[in-house]
């Protein structure tokens, strides 16, 4: 094996130490009382807001924030390798040469004989070394498996987003997006309707059909939902950071009328500052939505 570089060395290094930390704060005598009460069950809250921490600074294109939330996310890991192998279960070595040996074995055209440049056959082998991995000695064609899965791995809406674009790719699609605005009106009327007759569970499965179907729109004009639904939530909060700003005391003590004019006064504040930083940091499609009623 080759000597490792500097770089790499320093990096080795840094993991080391990393390790060597969370170790000392796990350590039964001298260490962190938080951390050593911690298990698996009690940090899973933490490697969810991480992940999508890390999300955040990626979509805001923030390099220094985007290290720093990575290297939070990887304590997470660091953090329930160390109580495994507390418990004596497995280990960050364990950790790491799993993941570096699934690696090798999916990517045969990089790490054996295979040679192929087409990210369909990719993709194929891919899932057929994962299945084979797995023990599935089903159908592979079978979508259904792996629907579960997205169900229940996956936040809502991107679950939703991966089932809608395998059950299309395998044709299960409308015609054109005309379908599915019609689907979506369709769905509209019915979700009215349980809202006026129906009982709880019956209107919650309506509320899911309109969702989904709003999640095939998306997809049909190459659009994310759950992207647009962060979008818009930062947006919102921006705006009601400016009114609370505008307020000055509870919002309890105003009117409807004057809740909505400070509002609109909000939005165009932003969107005053949106269009001056345009030619900086600020995307122009921020600008723009805040032009647009709520």
């Not at 899932?127 to 023990?135: L, N």
């Not at 979508?143 to 679950?159: E, H, Q």
């Not at 309707?193 to 709003?214: K, M, N, V």
Request: aromatic share 6%; hydrophobic share 40%; glycine share 6%.
């Amino acid at each position: 094996m080759a000597t490792p570089s500097p770089h790499r060395t320093a990096i080795l290094n840094a993991l080391d130490r990393l390790v060597s930390v969370v170790a000392d704060l796990r350590h039964p005598e001298t260490g962190c009382p938080w951390d050593l009460q911690q298990t698996h069950k009690t940090l899973v809250p933490y490697v969810i807001e991480e992940a999508y921490e890390v999300i955040d600074a990626i979509q805001s294109g923030d390099t220094d924030h985007m290290a720093e939330e990575l290297g939070d996310l990887l304590l997470q890991i660091v953090l329930h390798s160390q109580v495994a192998q507390d418990e004596g279960t497995f280990d960050l070595q364990v950790v790491a040469n799993g993941i570096a040996d699934k690696l090798i074995r999916r990517h045969p055209h990089v790490f054996g004989d295979a040679q192929t440049d087409d990210l369909e056959q990719i993709h194929r082998t891919w899932d057929q070394i994962k299945a084979a991995e797995k023990g599935e000695t089903g159908d592979p064609h079978r979508l259904s498996p792996k629907f579960r899965k997205y169900s229940r791995t996956l936040p809502p809406l991107m679950a939703a987003t991966k089932i809608s674009q395998k059950a299309a790719k395998a044709g299960f699609e409308w015609d054109s997006v005309d379908g599915v605005w019609e689907k979506f009106h369709e769905e509209l009327e019915e979700f009215r309707e349980a809202i006026a007759h129906e009982p709880h569970a019956h209107q919650l499965a309506e509320l899911g059909d309109i969702l989904f179907t709003l999640v095939n729109i998306a997809r049909w004009h190459g659009l994310d939902a759950s992207e647009a639904l962060q979008s818009t939530n930062r947006r919102f909060i921006q705006r009601f950071e400016q009114v609370e700003t505008l307020a000055g005391r509870p919002l309890t003590d105003y009117t409807l009328e004057e809740l909505e004019a400070m509002w609109q006064q909000a939005k165009a504040a932003l969107a005053q500052g949106a269009a001056q930083s345009s030619k900086g940091t600020v995307p122009s499609e921020i600008g723009d939505e805040y032009r647009r009623s709520p």
